[in-house]
């Protein structure tokens, strides 16, 4: 059998990693694509089908290739006009379905997959539960007991989805709409959670239509903002004094902030700006600072960064506005399941006095999960293996700048997108993942190289 690398995960990480992983490896190998839930592509961002789950990036943001900026708004153009439904042009920009996205992700595979020659992408729709080292490289077992030999593996298992709200019987799945069953047109649903999660939520209930109450929670009660006209703004020039503590950072870009407006420009524009130096800056950030950050700054800055399309965020505000959407700051203190309900106890920001909710559904909208809170086998048995281990702040998984997990034991393991928020904040949208997966199929395809033994299978193969 031809020498294989596994790219384990299929969104959007995985499948471009994979495709470029074609492209960089000697043209003998293959590459074995895994993904355990319905389709390849789509992942657990642009597998929903519901028109009004809209990209939260201008679909000029959102090419699947770091040389080709155009190549998804292309796309969408040659589209024929009756499968373009649900695509907004909005001043801020142009919006498109998430579910659109996903169709375009899946095709770029199709492509692959039909290209004349040797096949050398394979699909496993198979979960995969465990990599055992073995003759210098893995046995990756599957949870349909299959086993595949590998010569070494590209994490892709991206957001990963956790408990973040206290448990309930009456929990929904934000991700799985079609399971919030018949809900009762007049008592409260409780979305635990105020960010995109959240306003996806908001819009599924009503998808589905539920005319009833919703009281979102969350302890800040902020919700994201809303995209508009944005025009570049330089990098602003931080110095290493910049990055001796959150203070004298956060000091500086709000210093950049304020010269943008007195220059008649937007706060975007600034915090746009900032893209491309996050993970520099993240990095030069003391430890101790990086952990302030996400336990002080983390919500400021995701409603700034993380903005909503102008039609979903109009819809939220539209609902509170109505009185429809009630939002709340505070956190959840207890939860009493009852049948058909759940008592849930509020203590509100700021207050003494507790509330009590009485609620039909509680969906966790706390958004993507942490990785001591994953059950993933995988990840479980790496980590107790000794071949992958948490990050310095237990958000994803330790990498160096080359992508290859940190661990007791060294290995043939990379990593890109979510599971590397720990290492570079900011990697959990298509801008930053699609030029991670041009660069770890560079490096896992230089490793090749310098393996001489696998080279020589490679060749006699
Ligand atoms: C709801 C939502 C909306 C978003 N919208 C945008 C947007 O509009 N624009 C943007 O730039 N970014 C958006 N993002 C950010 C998003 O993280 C990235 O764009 C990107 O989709 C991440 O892809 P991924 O492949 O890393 O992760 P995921 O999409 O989470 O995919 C990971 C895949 O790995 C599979 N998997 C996990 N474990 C295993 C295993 N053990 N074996 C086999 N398969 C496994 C999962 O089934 C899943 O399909 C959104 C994120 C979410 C959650």
Same mark, same amino acid.
């Given at each position: 059998m031809n020498p294989v690398i596994a790219v384990i995960g299929a969104g959007f990480s995985g499948s471009m990693a994979a495709l470029h992983l074609l492209s960089a490896l000697p043209r003998s190998w293959s590459v074995l694509l895994c993904e355990? =839930?319905?389709?390849?592509?789509?992942g657990l961002a642009y597998g929903?089908? /519901?028109? /009004?789950?809209?990209?939260?990036?201008?679909a000029a943001n959102m090419s699947a290739y770091p040389d080709r900026p155009e190549h998804f708004s292309a796309w969408l153009g040659r589209l024929p006009d009756g499968e373009r439904s649900g695509v907004v042009v909005t001043p801020a920009g142009t919006f498109a379905p998430r579910a659109l996205y996903g169709r375009y992700l899946a095709e770029l595979l199709t492509e692959a997959v039909v290209t #004349?020659?040797? #096949?050398r992408l394979h699909l496993v729709h198979d979960g995969v539960t465990d990599l055992v080292p073995e003759a210098g490289g893995y046995s990756l077992r599957t949870e349909g007991g299959a086993s595949y030999p590998v010569a070494g593996a590209v994490l892709a298992m991206g957001n990963l989805t956790g408990p973040g709200a206290p448990p309930s019987r009456h929990r929904l799945d934000p991700w799985r #709409? @079609? @399971?919030?069953?018949?809900?009762? #047109?007049d008592r409260p649903v409780l979305v635990v959670g105020t960010g995109l999660t959240m306003v996806d939520a908001v819009s599924s209930l009503r998808g589905r239509g539920f005319p009833g109450p919703v009281v979102a929670l969350s302890r800040r009660g902020l919700v994201p903002n809303v995209h508009a006209p944005t025009k570049p703004w330089p990098v602003p020039d931080l110095t290493a004094a910049d990055l001796a503590s959150l203070t004298r950072l956060t000091r500086r870009i709000r210093a950049e902030i304020a010269a943008a407006a007195r220059a008649g420009r937007d706060w975007r524009d600034v915090i746009d700006a900032l893209r491309p130096v996050i993970g520099y800056l993240w990095r030069g950030l003391p430890s101790t600072e990086r952990a302030r950050f996400l336990r002080h700054l983390r919500p400021f800055w995701d409603v700034h960064r993380h903005r909503a399309a102008p039609p979903a965020a109009a819809a939220i505000t539209a609902e509170i506005a109505a009185g429809s959407l009630d939002l709340r700051a505070g956190h959840i203190l207890a939860i009493a399941d009852e049948p058909g309900e759940a008592v849930v106890t509020i203590r509100p920001r700021g207050g003494t006095a507790d509330e009590t909710l009485t609620v039909q559904g509680i969906v966790d909208a706390t958004g993507i999960g942490r990785i001591d809170e994953t059950g993933d086998p995988l990840l479980r048995r790496l980590t107790g293996r000794g071949l992958a281990r948490p990050d310095a702040f237990g958000l994803g998984l330790a990498a160096g700048d080359d992508y290859r997990l940190r661990a007791g034991r060294a290995g043939r393991l990379w990593t890109l997108g979510p599971l590397l928020r720990g290492t570079?904040? @900011?990697?959990? =949208?298509v801008p930053d993942i699609r030029g991670q997966a041009v660069e770890v199929a560079a490096l896992v395809a230089a490793e090749v190289e310098r393996l001489p033994g696998l080279r020589r299978r490679a060749a006699s193969a």
């Open positions: 355990k =839930a319905g389709s390849f592509g789509r929903t089908d /519901a028109p /009004a789950h809209l990209l939260n990036l201008r #004349p020659g040797p #096949p #709409p @079609e @399971e919030f069953g018949r809900l009762h #047109p570079l904040w @900011e990697c959990v =949208a």
